[in-house]
């Protein structure tokens, strides 16, 4: 079945085009004529000849559809690759095209150069998620929400300070990735320039600074720190969205009703019930999400590559890793509608801290209740007139009241104006303003 129904709804679109067949070869094809043109510099290539291979390419075609059956009997995209192109060139030329280079040189540096453009799009769209999630931060520093353990009403919370949480995963992510560094790979056969001393280095030097990627200590044939980098950065950013999407998703429930995802024709509708609103783009990060991790233990399973040339763990990178950065864009690109747009419903909020009768309260009126009944007591006693106010759907104070008024030790010592604002959830915030604050600091870099 066609990979555009069950794994292009979950990438970026943008970037899938600019991932295709054709942009590997012209990746590839940049690889070759950088090293030529700093082997012309060095003398190894005769003058002129790299640009007369750069025009011989300007417009040159080439058959895909052969290239890929290549790849069955030499294993990778590079050795039919260079076949062809070394085809389309004069024969004079042909011997200083791919000169001291190996096949994992050419896909190796070609993947760098395809990411490259890839991690920038990252980069932004993270930007976007946290300029987004700062509005909602300021907007709500203050709007009152369950705190929720377990599944279950905990303790209030502000909504300002979830979406800070949210930020601060989404920019631990974000600072990771752009920590990673993109090599070049250029090391010949066995990895040491063989036939070419020191000279082998300066190349592999300069080649990276022509294609603006990072300069290796040494070529990394086998030794995949840079993959294994990026895809758990990558695997990082995911994890990060993925818990934006499941909170969502949760919070939307026609039950709690605290936030939805932005409203768009069509978005979100059902087959066969019309009333239905399902949080799509959650289900989108969040189906992305899991294809990234799936593909991140594959990455993590062939960093341990054999001598100096990978049997299979190296060419089982190439998919995970590529669909693994297309995968993030689109959940990024649906995070960053998903923040910017996101309905929040405030009078829900309030309604669901309600929801116990004042219950969800108990917790503060048993510090309240210590110093004049006992630590142990003091939470029986608010436990069982949570439970009362439950079983009862009456409101917990006035249950609380009751209760309280068995136990001759407490009255004239516990002010009913203090018992009242102990049930309230307003005033039970904690640290969350302060939080909110903080984070918005450590977002802006201050």
Known sequence: MSSAFLKHPFMSQHAIAACDDDATVRAMLAFELALAEVQEASGAVPSGASQQMREQFEHASFNVAEMAKGIASGGNVAIPFVKQSRALLPEALKRYWHQGATSQDVVDSALMLLLKPRLAALNELLLRCRSASMALMDAHIATPMVGRTLMQQALPITFGVKVAHWAIGLEQARRRLSSVELPVQFGGAVGVHSGWDVQGLEWMDAVAERLGLAVPVLPWHTDRYPIH??????????????????????????????????????????????????????????????????????????????????????????????????????????????????????????????????????????????????????????????????????????????????????????????????????????????????????????
């Not at 939307?252 to 605290?258: I, L």
């Not at 939805?260 to 509708?269: D, L």
């Open 229 to 446: 980098a990026l895809g758990t950065a990558l695997d990082g950013v995911a994890g990060a969205a993925e818990k934006v999407a499941l909170d969502v998703s949760l919070l939307t429930q026609t039950e709690v009703g605290e936030v939805a995802e932005p409203s768009a024709p069509g978005m979100g509708e059902s087959s066969s019930m019309p009333h239905k609103r399902n949080p799509v783009r959650s289900a989108l990060i969040r189906g992305a999400a899991r294809q990234v991790h799936g593909h991140t233990s594959v990455l993590i399973n062939a960093a341990a590559q054999p001598l100096e040339r990978g049997l299979g763990e190296w060419h089982a990178e190439w998919a995970p890793l590529m669909e693994s950065v297309l995968l993030v864009e689109g959940a990024l690109e649906q995070l960053a509608v998903l923040l910017e747009g996101l309905e929040v419903n405030p009078a829900n909020m309030q309604r669901n801290l309600a929801a116990t009768g004042g219950g969800i309260m108990a917790e503060p009126v048993a510090r309240l209740l210590t110093p004049t009944l006992g630590a142990d007591n003091a939470k029986a006693v608010s436990a069982a007139a949570a439970e009362t106010s439950r079983l009862e759907s009456r409101p917990y104070f006035e249950v609380l009241l009751d209760v309280l008024a068995g136990h001759p030790e407490v009255k004239g010592s516990v002010d009913a104006d203090a018992l009242r604002n102990a049930c309230n959830p307003a005033l039970y915030l904690g640290s969350s303003a302060a939080q909110v604050e903080r984070a918005k600091k450590w977002l802006a870099g201050e």
